[in-house]
């Protein structure tokens, strides 16, 4: 199975809202609703911030909003803030029953 | 609160097999989820290992399922990772998580283990 595609990096202004893009094929994210996002800071364990494609777990900010188009998940944070610099992580379960991530996208607040 | 704790050795030869047991605290396995691995190289991104389920159905990567052996004690609220003829390009932080079905919701604190003679 192949990662699912994210960009490396991104960068967005304190305050701005950035969108980091996930794109995998309708044997992952197509075929179902099971796209979870994951943060984290360096040297840290990574954080669930979305389930399920668009769902925040409980004392997620809800600056984090997640959706879903065809083959293609999108995690947008809204009001940037310095500490939001972080690895995000998009992942998905497949029609082969595994589950597989994306590569990471980097995030820097300017 | 569920809590999941690694432990196994943090250096590994080369060839050699690694076992990593995972403790699970404040839920009992046997109720739900699958429970699963995943590691992470250094300065790299997340890799999902594999995942098994309280009764002993197995899913695995389908890049390590030659080398990789899942399982669960429920006696213990324990479960397992096994992965055989490690080399140099095995060295990570392995994780083990709750999963539920590809959503990671509880992590353990994760541990380095490197392969190096």
């Known amino acids: 199975q192949s990662a699912l595609t994210q960009p490396a990096s991104v960068s967005g202004s304190p305050g701005q809202s950035i969108t980091i893009s996930c794109t995998g094929t309708?044997?992952?994210?197509?075929?179902?609703?099971?796209v979870s996002w994951y943060q984290q800071h360096p040297g840290k364990v990574p954080k669930l911030i979305i389930y399920?494609?668009?769902n925040r777990p409980s004392g997620v900010s809800d600056r984090f909003s997640g959706s879903k188009s065809d083959n293609t998940a999108s995690l947008t944070i809204s009001g940037l803030q310095a500490e939001d610099e972080a690895d995000y992580y998009c992942?998905?379960?497949?029609?082969?029953?595994?589950?597989?991530f994306g590569g990471g996208t980097k995030l820097t607040v300017l | 609160q569920v809590q999941l704790q690694e432990s196994g050795p943090g250096l590994v030869k080369p060839s050699e097999t690694l076992s990593l047991t995972c403790a699970v605290s404040g839920y009992s396995i046997t109720t739900g989820y699958h429970w699963g691995w995943i590691r992470q190289p250094p300065g790299k991104g997340l890799e999902w290992i594999g995942s098994v389920y309280r009764r002993g159905n197995t899913y695995y990567n389908p890049s390590l399922a030659s080398r990789a052996v899942l399982s669960v004690d429920t006696p213990t609220n324990q479960f397992s990772l096994q992965l055989r003829s490690m080399t140099a390009a095995d060295t990570a932080v392995y994780y083990c998580?709750?999963?539920?079905?590809?959503?990671?919701?509880?992590w353990g604190q994760g541990t380095l283990v490197t392969v190096s003679s």
């Open positions: 992942a998905s379960y497949t029609t082969t029953i595994t589950r597989v």
């Open positions: 399920d494609v668009s």
């Open positions: 998580v709750r999963d539920g079905d590809a959503n990671f919701d509880y």
């Open positions: 309708s044997s992952d994210i197509g075929a179902y609703n099971y």
